[in-house]
């Protein structure tokens, strides 16, 4: 006796009911995903960021194919495509491809950025961020830095992707909220930038003010890494961000780290006692960085400079201005004493130290002993930028009326060249041309050289202690 096959015995595994409640829970996933999902699928092409619902449907419409088959007999159906256990088997595997398409386009977050989605990746990026809001302001800095070496390398190159590349480094690393979070939170995403800036040799050119203002929120933000570390705090321990910009010749060329728009003249009045030492570690750095390589435009480091300088001589007004109101400015702005002699300590003690003992640069060594001038401007040396900085320094001092109070900051500006000659050589001549240059031409004016008050009380001290040294 033989069996006779009819479609309407076949059993049913994956009724209309089952495929419509696969259908909905592939959409209640959907709902469920996270703000970085939600971003990497805005900037995916139409099919991509839609594949799931096609497959869904799909599913869907192979589970009606199958009752309908199991329901009526279509005689010009072959095996296996008149069983219904068919249709059910690839319904089940669209439905598994579903929400696996859904969770790959929306998780795989790095290529995003090409050819042809540059623009719309910029414009989605600049959307999100607008949104000020941390969770879309974090997942933005997720994609930005899965792409962020495509973006540095289009920025590098002529071609349609360079102009959003361009402005993402540019808008985008300049936005406040981006720049706070990443120079106060996300240390893993600040070294990375750098780390991959660096390796592309990017350019302020390239980047606009980006990088700029992230390293100025870092000079001026008390929250910011550069004071966690200085203070030996937080999470800025476990890795060194002054190793990352100023010990890196590329970073200290491509950019004028010191200089507009990084230090900006309307906020150095707000920088405080911690903000002067968080400036003189760069500075440090960045000189060791120049001695030891020869590859940093001297210009950049003074830059660095003259904004301590004039840091120096905001702080000196101030005490001469309270000293003719009457107060007494050596107990009611201790602070502003303290880092004047901060200050005075990196240019007359620290400075001669730096590297000396570290193996330089023989041509930069040569180049600095030659000094020619005391100058900020100088392209040539950091020595006519010091130079510059211990003239300026003299000039300012002068405004405070007691000299007894500034006899100490006095000394311990010409330590270096009074004691550590051998260390640092080439600035003390220019220091001396440019003192006695102004002295000589206030004499001829008639004007009390007011730089000349404070050189007297150095001079002074060398007179009584028999420390002549060719001084007096």
Not at 10 to 17: A, E, H, I, S
Not at 254 to 268: A, I, K, V, W
Not at 318 to 326: F, L, P, Q, V
Not at 370 to 396: C, H, M, P, V, W
Request: proline residues 3%; hydrophobic residues 45%.
């Amino acid at each position: 006796m033989h069996m006779i096959y009819s479609p309407s015995d076949t059993p049913v595994y994956l009724d209309l009911g089952g495929a419509l409640a696969a259908f909905g829970l592939i959409f209640a996933v959907y709902q469920l995903r996270t703000p970085s999902w939600d971003l990497v699928l805005q900037i995916r092409s139409f099919w991509q960021r839609n594949i799931f619902a096609f497959l869904g449907a799909i599913g869907l419409l192979l589970t009606l194919v199958g009752i309908f088959i199991s329901q009526f007999s279509i005689c010009f159906l072959r095996f296996p495509f008149d069983v219904p256990l068919t249709y059910e088997i690839v319904a089940y595997l669209f439905f598994i491809a579903s929400p696996l398409s859904l969770i790959y386009f929306s998780t795989t977050r790095k290529g995003l950025f090409n050819e042809k989605t540059a623009r719309k990746f910029y414009e989605v990026m600049v959307w999100e961020i607008a949104r000020t809001n941390n969770d879309a302001i974090n997942a933005a800095l997720e994609v930005l830095l899965y792409n962020f070496r495509s973006i540095c390398q289009a920025s590098r190159k002529n071609g349609k992707m360079n102009q959003w590349a361009s402005a993402m480094l540019n808008v985008i690393l300049s936005d406040e909220s981006v720049v706070k979070i990443l120079t106060t939170k996300r240390l893993d995403a600040l070294q990375a930038i750098f780390a991959i800036v660096e390796e592309c040799d990017v350019t302020r050119n390239e980047s606009g003010i980006g990088i700029p203002k992230i390293v100025q929120n870092l000079f001026y933000d008390k929250e910011s890494f550069f004071y966690k570390q200085l203070n030996g705090a937080g999470l800025a321990l476990s890795s060194d961000i002054y190793k990352s910009i100023f010990d890196s010749p590329v970073m200290l060329t491509n950019f004028d780290l010191f200089g507009y728009p990084t230090l900006e003249y309307s906020m150095r009045k707000n920088v405080g006692i911690s903000g002067v030492s968080v400036l003189i570690e760069a500075l440090s750095r960045s000189i060791k960085t120049y001695l030891k390589t020869g590859d940093v435009p001297p210009r950049h480091i003074n830059n660095g400079l003259s904004h301590l300088r004039e840091i120096f001589g905001d702080i000196c007004l101030t005490i001469s201005t309270e000293e003719k109101r009457g107060v007494d400015t050596k107990y009611s702005l201790k602070v502003e004493w303290q880092t004047l002699q901060n200050i005075v300590h990196f240019l007359g003690h620290e400075y001669p130290f730096l590297a000396y003992q570290e193996e330089l640069s023989q041509a930069v060594a040569e180049r600095e002993k030659k000094a020619q001038e005391a100058s900020f401007r100088s392209d040539s040396t950091i020595n006519s930028g010091i130079a510059a900085a211990l003239y300026k320094a003299f000039e300012e001092l002068s405004y405070i009326e007691k000299t007894t109070d500034i006899y100490k900051l006095v000394v311990d500006l010409l330590e270096g060249m009074r004691d550590a000659s051998d260390r640092k050589e080439g600035y003390r001549q220019p220091f001396e041309n440019r003192m006695w240059k102004q002295i000589s031409v206030n004499i001829a004016k008639r004007h009390y050289p007011a730089a000349l008050k404070t050189y007297l009380v150095f001079i002074g001290y060398c007179a009584a202690s028999g420390q002549n040294q060719g001084w007096v």
